[in-house]
């Protein structure tokens, strides 16, 4: 079974300041993967997502995140944050389609001015 | 705008008094979804229907029952709710099983 782990429980950066958010994940198979970004009391909106093709997926907000095979990764980037980034963001991973997402723990960030 | 609807926003129920939630869907999308997230957690999937096919998660509790009466329309049952089912419920939908997912804005429960 698939599972995704996000090493980071709470982000603290500055605003303006670069930052990455790291989403790691276990499975044997192709998959498919996303970065869902949460604010408070709303549902989850999608940022990206990899299907397949270029490994490097540019998403809304000026957020990417690149897909690493070897390393079962998908980190998420963003050069320049901004207050308003200040959410909880989920990574999540599905088998090549057939089956439901299943998300990681989530990571907070939180961006100060 | 196509999107995913969840009434009402947010709920109010007594102890053991059943309760159900509703999600609609104008994506005419095959898979809907029911996820129960607290605070400060990953949102926790309880069941999904693929068209008619319920499929239930095995550690759902038998207090929380799904009805999908049409291909728009999908309801959660919580047939007596606990001091523990306190949270956001969330629906979503997707095209096929492991497609981008989309989600209503939620519905907050809270139980007296």
């Known amino acids: 079974a698939q599972s995704v782990t996000q090493l980071d429980s709470q982000v603290p950066v500055f605003e303006e300041a670069p930052v990455e958010l790291r989403c790691n994940y276990s499975?044997?198979?192709?998959?498919?993967l996303f970065w869902y970004v949460q604010y408070p009391n709303q549902g989850l909106q999608l940022l990206l997502k990899?299907?397949?093709?270029?490994?490097l997926v540019k998403g809304i907000n000026g957020f990417e995140a690149e897909f690493n095979k070897s390393q079962t990764s998908f980190h998420l980037r963003k050069p320049s944050v901004h207050i308003s980034d200040t959410a909880e963001y989920f990574c999540?991973?599905?088998?090549?389609?057939?089956?439901?997402?299943?998300f990681g723990k989530g990571t907070r960030l939180s961006v100060i001015a | 705008d196509a999107m995913v609807i969840q009434n009402p926003r947010y709920q109010v129920t007594q102890f053991g008094k059943p309760v159900t939630l509703s999600c609609s869907q104008t994506?005419?999308?095959?898979?809907m979804y029911w996820y129960q997230q607290k605070s400060s957690q990953a949102p926790k999937l309880l069941f999904h229907?693929?068209?008619?096919?319920?499929?239930n998660e095995a550690d759902t509790p038998d207090n929380f029952q799904s009805r999908r009466p049409n291909t728009s329309f999908c309801f959660l049952d919580i047939r007596s709710p606990g001091l523990g089912d306190a949270a956001m419920y969330l629906c979503?939908?997707?095209?096929?099983?492991?497609?981008?997912?989309?989600f209503g804005p939620g519905t907050r429960l809270t139980v007296l």
């Open positions: 990899y299907l397949s093709g270029s490994t």
């Open positions: 499975s044997s198979v192709s998959v498919y």
């Open positions: 229907y693929y068209d008619k096919d319920f499929n």
């Open positions: 999540a991973v599905s088998q090549s389609g057939n089956t439901p997402l299943v």
């Open positions: 979503a939908t997707s095209r096929v099983r492991g497609d981008e997912q989309f």
């Open positions: 994506l005419n999308h095959n898979v």
